[in-house]
Structures are given as C-alpha cells and as structure tokens.
C-alpha cells in the first residue's frame, strides 16, 4: 500500500464506510410509533438487551434471511429488499439497541458489535433456525463476519455489504494494528460522545450525501440518526476501529458475497479500491468480491434493482 493511502482512505472511510454517525439522542418517539402500528410484520419472541426482531414472510418459506443494518440505521433501510423476498422468504430484520429510536438497554455502555453478534447467534439456536443466510450492511457486515467466524455452523451464507475486516487500516500507516490505532478510536469515541446536538446535525447532513447519492432516499437514514442514541453510537464506533477480524475469516465455512463501491475520496479509483478489498479479505479463500458502481455507501438505496439480483442470485 502506498504512503498516501492512509490518509485517503482515512477521509474516504469518513465520507463512506462509517456508516451514519449518531446524528442526536434520547428521541424514542419514531419507534413507539413503529412499535404500535400494523407494518404487516411482527416481533420475535426473544429476550435480548443487545437488540429486537422484526420478521416478515410466509408461513412455509424457503428459507431464512437475516438482515443486519450499519451503525445508527434501522430496519427501514432494507424495506426494498425485503419487500422482494417476504413473498418466499422468512425475512428477520434486526433493530440494535439504541439505534434509530430504540433504547440503549445493554449497549448503553461498552462494545456492540461483539456482543450483537453473539447474540444473533443466541437467537439462530433458539428460533431453531436452520443455517440461515446473514446479510449486514457496514457495521452490520462487521457483525455478520463476526457471527460467521465465531458460530460457523450457525450461518448459512454471508453476504457483506460495504465494509472491511479491519476498519483500522484506514487510520494508520501501512502495518496498523488495533493497538496503534487504539488511541485515535478513543480520541474518536471522546469526540463523538460530546459532540452538542448542533454539530451532530452538521456532522450528519455533510455525512449523509456522501452516504446515499439517490437525495429522495435520504430522509429516513436522516431520520434514524436524529433518534439514535450518542454514546452507544460512539462506542460502537470505537470497538469499529479497533476491531482486526482479519485473522479470523479462514474460520468462517459459509459461502461469502463482499459487494462494494469504489471509496468516495480523491484519488480513490475504482482499482484501488478493488486492491484494497482483495487484500483485505485475502483470508477469506472463495469469497466472491463485487464492485457496484453509480452508487454510494447505501447500495440498497442507491440500486436498489442491481441490489436486489444480487440478493436473489446470492441466495440461489
């Protein structure tokens, strides 16, 4: 990787991969709301302080797909999606605690993504699932590979949506390691924590176009950052940077889609951006890498079309 890459990846990975910073906190109203009227879904039945379920689809499906949003989104972000698969499908779509109007519950403090994951796999053994495919966007592909490595037999297939194994890398030099980017998470997870109301809604409009090019699309992602909760946001995103799940993909068995869009910074290039997800999931033997082009951070909002046959064919 050349010198200059660090610092372009580092502003590439702001505009791009994070995913929606938290954009305020304490507004529960819009999943009341949610709670309380009729969506056609319904909730599981499963006691967990990391996150709740919504689940869609016949009575006699296929198969079942559980879809895990990024960092401060809500299951509203695969409401396409789903809509093409509830028909054959059983959709699960997860809702993380203290994100998009939930309460922080058990993420009120300390690591998220680990514990989520874990927890997902709780609720695979329980639900008696049967290999389910996992689909995660961003932080959610983060908690997707964490899930697949770590209860390999639980997962069907993986799909990863726009996010790396070690987020780190764009924060240091060649050769970072979780410890030497530790005190840039922290500095980070200091800022994001204390940030005023004001400069979360700045820091979120300017996020939020470099996120999703479609402007129609954008409400809602809005929306849901403005009820996400600050500090589970920002240790959500400092157990990001310091998490290498690198050493980890050989463990995981189950058939794996990368999709991607080319880095959203200068000098960025569609070539570079292929090198950099070749290397970095240079563990994962068979994986299948795909770049999506004329589209931003949020794929399923950006095309949704070329996201949905992808899905299907991934699920084929």
């Known amino acids: 990787m050349k010198p200059v890459l660090p610092a372009l990846l580092s502003a590439a990975l702001a505009a791009t991969v994070l995913s929606a910073p938290a954009w305020a906190q304490d507004a529960h109203g819009a999943h009341t709301t949610e709670m309380n009227s009729d969506h056609g879904h319904h909730h599981a039945n499963f006691d967990s302080g990391r996150f709740h379920v919504r689940i869609d689809g016949p009575e006699q499906p296929q198969g079942d797909v559980i879809l895990i949003p990024g960092l401060s989104s809500s299951p509203h972000v695969w409401d396409m999606l789903t809509e093409e698969l509830k028909g054959r499908y059983r959709v699960h779509r997860i809702h993380v605690q203290g994100f998009a109007g939930a309460p922080a519950k058990d993420n009120a403090t300390g690591p998220v993504s680990a514990p989520v994951a874990e927890d997902i796999a709780r609720y695979i053994q329980e639900q008696g699932l049967e290999k389910p495919a996992v689909i995660g966007h961003s932080m959610g592909g983060t908690i997707g590979m964490m899930l697949a490595a770590r209860h390999p037999d639980a997962v069907g297939k993986l799909m990863v949506v726009d996010m790396i194994p070690f987020m780190g890398a764009m924060f240091g030099p060649p050769g970072a390691t979780p410890e030497s980017v530790a005190p840039t998470a922290e500095m980070i997870y200091q800022g994001m924590s204390s940030a005023s109301r004001e400069e ?7 996020s939020i ?8 699309r954008r409400a809602g992602p809005l929306e849901d950052g403005a009820n996400t909760d600050q500090k589970v946001a920002a240790s959500a995103m400092r157990e990001l940077v310091v998490t290498d799940l690198r050493p980890e993909l050989d463990e995981i068995t189950a058939p794996t889609t990368v999709l991607y869009v080319t880095f959203n910074a200068p000098g960025m290039t569609p070539e570079v951006t292929d090198g950099i997800y070749r290397a970095s999931f240079a563990n994962l033997s068979g994986a299948t890498l795909k770049r999506i082009d004329d589209s931003a951070h949020f794929i399923m909002l950006d095309q949704p079309e070329v996201f949905a046959a992808e899905v299907n064919a991934f699920l084929e």
């Open 200 to 206: 979360w809604l700045a820091q979120s409009g300017a």
């Open 209 to 216: 176009t470099g996120m999703i090019n479609t402007e129609a």
